[in-house]
């Protein structure tokens, strides 16, 4: 048995700083005392299944959808009434761990019920609408019996199949209750203020035909009927009947019940009684009422269409060492829970969670991971690579220690024309805002000798200071950048703030051929104290792969027998020679045989352009 000490104590803390919502009040009762005809029907449901046994399963785990949706006034997403995804799911996975007895939950009993976003996880199931414009409702708020603002509120939406989900409806504020719902009515409404784990396992415990703990104390100080503990009170037997005023802040559990003479035990830990900071728990008799409940009366919440839909796949950068070691990889994006594999299909999780560190590996390994959201189809496995570098072909790190200020916008060179903003993360290896390794995009293109213009746009994730630009290419492949001539730009100055710089880069005409690492560092510094290694304060490094092609003096080319005129080019050609004014063609443009070809009118030539293609 627990007694509640800390929570006692936070409670006075809640005393002193937010009295009105001590203890929460449900405005469930109230509804159906105030409509006989619904509580007569409420009545006969739960004596339907009195003596049922189990209508379905008990080792079944079923999944019912539901649909958040937030009546906001008007605020920006994440601020006031309009709650944040990450708060939304947050509770939402916590209020999973209570129903499944997981976590905090563990000692508990599992209801085999949980809960997930309509669609298998689709965010769009967490619904925004402005109802700043129903009248009274940004002042006053909502009254739970005011019908006609309910009706209004839910015209701002098209979430009302409520056969096949629960919604769960959030206001700014509910007069005179925390919250109240419909008993298999399939939507509970929950102020904001309060929106936790807690009230929502009470309320959806209502969701569920489940009563208050204390049901039958109609002045809050009455020992509720417990002749017949089936028909009366909450109309479950494993629950002893209680006073609504009693709880467990006021309380001790090893005192007499009055209404049992028997001790409290643990019933103000149940999820119906009126002690939210020390709910924990459900009976076996209110799951397997809960459980018969939905099978008998809301069938499709256990089968609904809107859970039919796979899971989207989550996403996951590759990650990459120097050497032999382990590798630490990160998906994102799922609202379930992520399972890594070794193999594209089959075989068992190598673990769960967002984040995966892999055994030591030499060698470039593939892993696979996969989002399942409750009981849904897990997603397609998506493929992500530990990259091992060999210790030998590892170039140094260089990375801004602090992720303000000057950011790499855009680097446009030859074929490489990449953006990046504040936000943006670049391929394997990458930390935002600090370095970008985009070597594993398609390689930029250069040839040997040739000179080409670059442009290196600065901005800012914070504030504006003097900062510089370097660039370094390894020309000589040895894995630095520290040869002659690899230094191929320096800022003639610092420059305040964002700016672009841009120049021209010639590719040495005995630069070796093949995949070439390109290096940016722009740095709050001066150009001088710039190096290709090593940690800065603020800026950026990033790193692309440039493919040099060497390019010979005289190429011959001899597809060109055609007699002078105009012809597509089947390649591209850059012309050195033959022509009166160098000229490049590229592929899909026409091709005009000037005079210098020496070619006359319908004769045969081979040509030899000088240059590069
Ligand atoms: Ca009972
Ligand atoms: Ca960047
Ligand atoms: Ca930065
Ligand atoms: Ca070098
Ligand atoms: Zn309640």
Redesign the pocket.
């Known amino acids: 048995m627990k007694s509640c000490p800390l929570v006692v104590i936070s409670l006075l803390l809640c005393l002193f700083t937010l009295p009105t919502f001590s203890q929460i009040q449900c405005g469930t009762d109230d509804i159906y005392k105030n409509n006989p005809a619904l509580q007569q029907k409420v009545q006969e449901q739960i004596k339907r299944l009195q003596n049922a046994g189990n209508l379905v399963d008990p080792n079944t785990v079923f999944t019912i959808p539901v649909v958040f949706i937030i009546y906001h006034k008007g605020e920006a997403e994440g601020a006031g009434s309009n709650l944040s995804d990450a708060t939304i799911l947050q509770q939402l996975n916590a209020l999973n761990d209570a129903f499944r007895a997981r976590n905090g939950y563990a000692a508990h009993n599992d209801m085999k019920i949980e809960f997930a976003l309509a669609n298998c996880g689709d965010m769009n199931s967490i619904v925004r609408v402005d109802a700043s414009e129903v009248p009274n409702y940004s002042d006053n708020g909502l009254n739970y019996n005011d019908l006609i603002m309910i009706f209004q509120l839910r015209t701002l939406h098209n979430w009302s199949d409520r056969d096949n989900y629960i919604t769960i409806e959030l206001v700014h504020k509910i007069n005179g209750a925390g919250g109240f719902a419909g008993y298999l009515e399939g939507y509970t409404f929950i102020d904001a203020r309060l929106f936790g784990i807690g009230i929502m396992a009470h309320e959806l415990g209502h969701v569920l035909n489940l009563k208050h703990t204390f049901e039958g104390d109609n002045f809050g100080f009455q020992c509720p009927p417990n002749n017949d503990p089936e028909n009366d009170g909450d109309m479950i037997s494993d629950t002893p009947p209680h006073k609504r005023g009693q709880n467990c802040y006021n309380t001790p559990p090893m005192s007499i019940n009055p209404c049992d003479s028997l001790t409290y035990g643990d019933i103000f830990e149940n999820f119906l009684s009126y002690s939210e900071y020390c709910w924990r728990k459900f009976t076996p008799k209110q799951i397997e009422r809960a459980r018969n409940s939905v099978a008998q009366f809301k069938p499709n919440w256990f089968n609904s269409p809107y859970l039919s839909a796979q899971t989207a796949a989550p996403a996951a950068v590759s990650n990459l060492r120097c050497g032999t070691g382990t590798v630490a990889l990160t998906a994102s994006g799922c609202l379930g829970t992520y399972s890594w594999y070794s193999q594209s299909t089959g075989g068992e999780a190598l673990a769960t969670g967002e984040s995966f560190t892999t055994p030591p590996i030499e060698t470039t390994t593939t892993y696979y991971v996969d989002c399942q959201v409750a009981t849904c189809q897990p997603s397609v496995r998506v493929a992500v690579q530990a990259i091992v570098t060999p210790v030998n072909e590892c170039y140094c790190e260089s990375y801004a220690m602090y992720l303000g200020d000057e950011e790499i916008y855009n680097f446009s060179f030859t074929t490489i024309n990449t953006s990046s903003n504040c936000n943006t993360t670049g391929g394997p290896g990458s930390v935002r805002s600090a370095y970008s390794n985009y070597t594993f995009d398609t390689p930029a293109i250069a040839y040997t000798g040739k000179s080409y213009p670059f442009s290196v746009q600065i901005g800012s994730c914070g504030g504006s200071y003097s900062n510089a630009t370097k660039i370094y290419i390894?020309?000589?492949?040895?894995?630095?950048?520290?040869?002659a001539g690899?230094e191929v730009y320096v800022s003639p100055g610092t420059t305040q703030g964002a700016h672009v710089e841009s120049d021209t880069i010639t590719i040495p005409a005995d630069a070796l051929a093949g995949i070439t690492r390109i290096r940016i560092v722009t740095a709050e510094a001066s150009p001088s104290s710039i190096t290709p290694c090593g940690a800065y304060g603020f800026g950026e490094t990033e790193d692309y792969a440039l493919n040099i092609i060497a390019c010979p003096d005289n190429l011959s080319y001899e597809t060109i027998n055609q007699g002078m005129g105009t012809y597509e080019a089947a390649i591209s050609i850059s012309s050195k020679a033959n022509v009166s004014t160098p000229v490049t063609y590229l592929a899909g443009q026409y091709i005009v045989l000037l005079p210098g070809f020496s070619a006359g009118p319908n004769e045969v030539f081979t040509s030899t352009i000088g240059g590069c293609y």
């Open positions: 390894d020309f000589n492949h040895d894995k630095d950048f520290n040869d690899e």
